[in-house]
């Protein structure tokens, strides 16, 4: 029994997953309002009762795609910033903080998280979202950062908001523009060494 219970839980799990991919592209190409949960479903060749199993609305559904990018965003800045302790801690700041930009330009991601998602979700639950990804490794950046002395001491917690803040709107540049938000990001960040 415990080897049907497991088929059937890996069956359920990639229902799930399925669900949350199908709706991330739709929700990236028609954003979440143009988005019904009856496309949801044929898309994915499942029942309205198997996403509803999994999900309670498509406000569910929507959170668990946010959840999911967020994690995708801080995988790509944690492997931009890891493995290279020579770097040091400003040098990361900036290495993280264009492997977001980077992740940023698709087009998609960009609807989802900077202007579905506080729309949907509100301004709280996202930031309880990115606090669990790219915000708390942030944190703990410009908190490294401080503890050896490379910026200037200041309240952490602030300043890594309005960092996140500062890439999310370099993020919203058209690609023309890019380039030099870079330049201003790079700018202000080694503005803060001591």
Avoid: C, W
Wanted: net charge negative; no cysteine; hydrophobic share 50%.
């Amino acid at each position: 029994m415990q080897g049907a219970d497991r088929m059937l839980s890996g069956k359920a799990a990639a229902t799930r997953q399925m669900l949350i991919a199908v709706a991330r592209q739709l929700f990236a190409d028609k954003g979440y309002a143009e988005t019904g949960t009856p496309e949801i479903v044929a898309a994915a060749g499942v029942t309205r009762g198997a996403l509803y199993h999994h999900f309670a609305d498509k406000a569910a559904l929507f959170r668990a795609v946010v959840e999911e990018e967020h994690a995708l965003l801080a995988m790509a800045i944690n492997s931009a910033t890891a493995g290279d302790d020579e770097t040091g801690p400003v040098k990361a700041l900036l290495a993280g903080g264009d492997a977001f930009l980077s992740a940023m330009q698709d087009e998609g991601r960009r609807r989802i998280l900077l202007i579905d998602a506080p729309a949907v979700l509100g301004r709280a639950e996202l930031d309880a979202i990115d606090g669990r990804h790219g915000l708390r490794t942030l944190i703990e950046g410009v908190g490294a950062a401080m503890e050896a002395k490379a910026i200037r001491e200041l309240p952490v917690v602030p300043l890594a908001h309005l960092l996140n803040a500062l890439f999310d709107r370099a993020a919203l540049a058209e690609a023309e523009e890019l380039g030099d938000y870079r330049k201003a990001i790079r700018a202000l960040i080694r503005g803060l060494k001591v």
